[in-house]
Structure formats: C-alpha cells, structure tokens
C-alpha cells in the first residue's frame, strides 16, 4: 500500500454487476442517466492489500511514492486513487440490490487463491 493506505476504491462483486448490467439494458434508454455498479461506496486500499497478503501469506508493507512507483509502475495512479462512489440513484432507479459478499469477504472466502488443478 501507498502510504498509510487510507484511500479508498468503490467494490461490487461480479455477479451483482452482472446483475446490474442486465437491469441497464432492459430499461429504455434516457439521456444523461448514469449508472454506478457499487455495492461498497469505498474500501480502504490498506484493507483489500492487508486481505491479499494474509491470502499470499506475505507481509503487508507501505510504500512510499518512489517505492510505489518502482512497484506498480504504470498502476502507481490507480493504486493511489481515493475514489468514493455511491450508486444509491442507480439502485433506485433500477431497482437493484447488490446481494452477494462484499470484496474483502470474498478475497478471504472465495476461490481467488485457490491453486489451479
């Protein structure tokens, strides 16, 4: 993590968006609508890299801007974005509910990590 890892990204599991990508193109078009496939308005970045290093079992480090750089290279800016997003006006106006786990429930309990057979 950069820092202290205070920043955070949105998250949404790939069914949920799935799910919201069906709902988008059933409903008629209307200009200017966005949508956001969120199910967590921000994850702090300190929280999904300390989740993936317990999975990896390997010691979670901060990096500073150099060291980032050196270790993400191009990545570096989306790494260090701070990025709160709601979809509260997506899931009225479509109706939709994200259901399935959250992003660090489903790095420590899905099959992320599983060794391929």
Do not use: C
């Amino acid at each position: 993590m950069i820092h202290q890892g205070n920043n955070v990204w949105p998250a949404v599991h790939r069914l949920d968006a799935a799910a919201l990508y069906r709902l988008a193109l059933e409903k008629p078009f209307e200009k200017g609508i966005r949508y956001h496939a969120v199910a967590e308005q921000g994850v702090a970045f300190r929280s999904i890299a300390g989740a993936i290093a317990e999975q990896l079992e390997i010691p979670l480090v901060s990096l500073n801007e150099q060291e980032a750089t050196q270790h993400f290279g191009w990545l570096t800016h989306f790494a260090e974005l701070d990025n709160l997003t709601s979809s509260e006006q997506t899931q009225k106006y479509l109706g939709w509910t994200p259901q399935h786990p959250t992003l660090l429930r489903d790095l420590k309990e899905g099959d992320y990590f599983t060794p391929m057979q």
